[in-house]
Each structure stands twice: as C-alpha cells, then as structure tokens.
C-alpha cells in the first residue's frame, strides 16, 4: 500500500495565529512530498516540493514566509502557516512520492480543511 | 505555454450510459500522465499513469488511453458510485520532479 496521512483533518483558527499541519507517509519512505492548496471548485495548485533533510522549494507567488515547510525525516512533512488571515482559509492536500528508484507516482493524503476567522 | 486542460467541466449521466472525459495538454517532452479520482473533501485517489502514446490501461469500468496530444477516461456502463471529480495531470521535461493538474472533471451519475 501507499498511505498518506494528514493532520488535523480539519482547523478553526483565529486571525493573526499560526497553524501546524503534519503529514506522514504510512507504510512508504517518502523521498519527496509536495504541498497543494484547493480553492473550491478549482484544481490542485502546488505550493511547495520538499525534499528529507534540505529547504522546500516554492512555486512562484508562494511566500516562504508565511507558509513554512519542515520535512524532518522520510515519513513527516510539516506546513506551518503563519500569521494565518482569513484568505489563507482553504484546503490544503500533501502528497509523497516513494523511493526515486521506483516508477513515478504521488500518493495524496485527505486533506486539511483551514478556516481563518 | 505548458497547459493541461480538462473537458467537459461537469457531466451528468444516467446510470448505464457509458462516455469519456477529455484531457489536453500541451507541454514539451511528456514524462507521464496520471489520472486521479477525487471525492468532495477528500485528497485525490490516484486511478492511472500512462507514459507513451497508444497505450492503454484498464480497472473495472475505467479505461485509460493516451495520444500525443490528449488522454481520455472512458467509462463504461456507470454506477452512481462513480460520481466524483476525475482530475487529470501531467509529469513533463521542464519540472521532472513535479505534477502540473488540470481542473477536473465533477462526474454525476444518476441511478
């Protein structure tokens, strides 16, 4: 199998705080995870791609600031957003990809749903 | 412009009624096309990856296939089951590392 978990499932925060969100890889090392936001209605967009041991990378108009990525070990990844306001409020996915020997395939956890009041 | 786009955005279908869902893309040196099933609050659930134009790939009622210039998901004779946002997504020669999705395709089956 190949399982992705994520961590809270769902958030309620209030303007100004910051919020952890955890992502683990269940059964697989994960040599890469990526961060995507959802908007309603609207398609994956990829915020981050970060590697075990070394800096996330973002995508272009993703602020490194305010969104910070630790991904400590193959099986955790974090996405800490910072001084959250309530345009940040979306649904944020991870996903992992396994051990680069293997054919290329990204496994997605639930999702976390974060509202920002 | 590396794009990928997804056709039609909604699709409604009684039970039964086969069809296909369309995905274009145009990129430079395609390294892998992956189709994912999303249900509404849920990450997405990887179905498919094809790599090379003419080939194919099957599970239960979901049938994959790829050109050089498009995939469809065909399928075939629909459960309500099957109602979900099928995303489309693509792995290209300028970002190895990543997947570029289009928009999706939200699939309603009627019994």
């Known amino acids: 199998g190949a399982v992705v978990s994520q961590h809270p499932s769902r958030v309620i925060c209030k303007s100004g705080t910051s919020v952890k969100i955890e992502c683990r890889s269940l059964?697989?090392?994960?040599?890469?995870m990526f961060w995507y936001r959802q908007f309603p209605k609207q398609s994956l967009m990829l915020m981050a791609t970060?590697?075990?041991?070394?800096?996330?990378?973002?995508e272009q108009g993703v602020e490194k600031d305010k969104f910070l990525i630790n991904h400590a070990s193959l099986t955790l990844s974090t996405l800490t957003v910072t001084s959250a306001h309530p345009e940040d409020s979306s649904f944020y996915i991870c996903?992992?990809?396994?051990?680069?020997?293997?054919?290329?395939?990204?496994?997605f956890g639930p999702g976390t749903r974060l509202t920002v009041t | 412009e590396d794009q990928v786009t997804q056709s039609p955005e909604a699709l409604r279908l009684q039970e039964g009624e086969s069809s296909s869902l369309n995905c274009s893309y145009t990129?430079?040196?395609?390294?892998?096309l992956f189709w994912y099933r999303q249900d509404p609050g849920k990450g997405p659930e990887f179905l498919f990856t094809?790599?090379?134009a003419g080939e194919e790939k099957e599970k239960e009622r979901l049938k994959a296939t790829l050109t050089k210039k498009e995939s469809f998901l065909h399928i075939t004779a629909p459960k309500p089951e099957d109602s979900a946002t099928y995303l489309c997504?693509?792995?290209?020669?300028?970002?190895?590392?990543?997947?570029?999705f289009g928009t999706g395709t939200l699939l309603a089956v009627q019994p």
């Open positions: 997504a693509v792995r290209y020669g300028g970002a190895t590392n990543k997947l570029i």
């Open positions: 970060s590697n075990e041991g070394s800096k996330a990378t973002y």
């Open positions: 996903s992992a990809r396994k051990d680069s020997r293997v054919p290329y395939e990204q496994y």
């Open positions: 094809l790599y090379s």
């Open positions: 059964d697989f090392q994960a040599t890469t």
């Open positions: 990129v430079s040196g395609l390294r892998g």
